[in-house]
């Protein structure tokens, strides 16, 4: 089966650091990906890991272990228009195949 | 703008009616994916297109459901006979088709459909 977890919501202050975790059991593993998502607004791509390690871009960096089904978005210097669902997905084995997505991290940046 | 654009962006429809939602995937691009996204959930799989061709259909809640991309550009996703759980976000993504490469798929701002 599949399944993404992660946490329903987060609050972090302004200025402050975040990280958002995501545990996944797939049945094949070819890649993880972050996206972001305001309400009412498409998803939009933040980061993509297929190796083991972390990936930084400018504020967000994320970090994934293949062995530990395991994977966080980092989030520094945290601004008010971060606040927003954070959404994990896996795609599977097979080349450009489907997402499997995450619930989504209900983010709220507060002053 | 060269995004993915999906129309339109509300419907609202009576129960038993038809719906046809449509996406405008970024030019070029050969992969396009269907999501359903409900109130406070992440996206969930649909249908997916290779071009023209349907490869993959199993997302689809029941055969009340259809899509089709007959040239391989625009694509129509219809659903007949509607009911009130099919209320929800339908996303609209595209993406380049390379093996085994990080290629992320770009959403469009879905259509958000209410049954009444």
């Known amino acids: 089966g599949q399944n993404i977890d992660q946490p329903t919501e987060m609050t972090a202050t302004e200025g402050a650091i975040v990280q958002i975790n995501c545990t996944y059991q797939?049945?094949?593993?070819?890649?993880l990906f972050w996206y972001q998502q305001h309400a009412g607004e498409a998803p939009t791509f933040l980061s993509y890991?297929?190796?083991?390690g972390l990936e930084e871009k400018g504020r967000f960096s994320s970090f994934l272990s293949r062995s530990k089904g395991y994977s966080y978005l980092l989030l520094k210097e945290l601004q008010m228009k971060d606040s927003a669902s954070y959404l994990c997905?896996?795609?599977?084995?097979?080349?450009?195949?489907?997402?499997?997505f995450g619930k989504g991290t209900r983010l709220s940046v507060i002053a | 703008g060269a995004g993915v654009s999906q129309s339109p962006r509300y419907k609202v429809a009576k129960r038993g009616q038809d719906v046809a939602l449509r996406c405008d995937p970024i030019?070029?691009?050969?992969?396009l994916f269907w999501y359903q996204q409900a109130l406070g959930q992440g996206p969930e799989f649909l249908t997916y297109?290779?071009?023209?061709?349907?490869?993959?259909k199993s997302g689809l809640p029941s055969d009340r459901f259809f899509a089709e991309r007959p040239e391989g550009s625009v694509s129509t996703l219809k659903i007949q006979r509607t009911q009130q759980e099919d209320s929800a976000v339908y996303l609209c993504?595209?993406?380049?088709?390379?093996?085994?490469?990080?290629?992320?798929?770009?959403f469009g701002d879905g259509t958000r459909l209410s049954i009444l």
């Open positions: 993504a595209s993406s380049l088709a390379r093996q085994g490469a990080g290629q992320p798929q770009h």
């Open positions: 797939t049945s094949g593993f070819n890649g």
């Open positions: 890991n297929v190796l083991d």
């Open positions: 997905a896996v795609r599977e084995p097979s080349g450009n195949t489907p997402l499997v």
């Open positions: 030019s070029g691009h050969v992969s």
């Open positions: 297109f290779q071009n023209e061709a349907q490869l993959d």
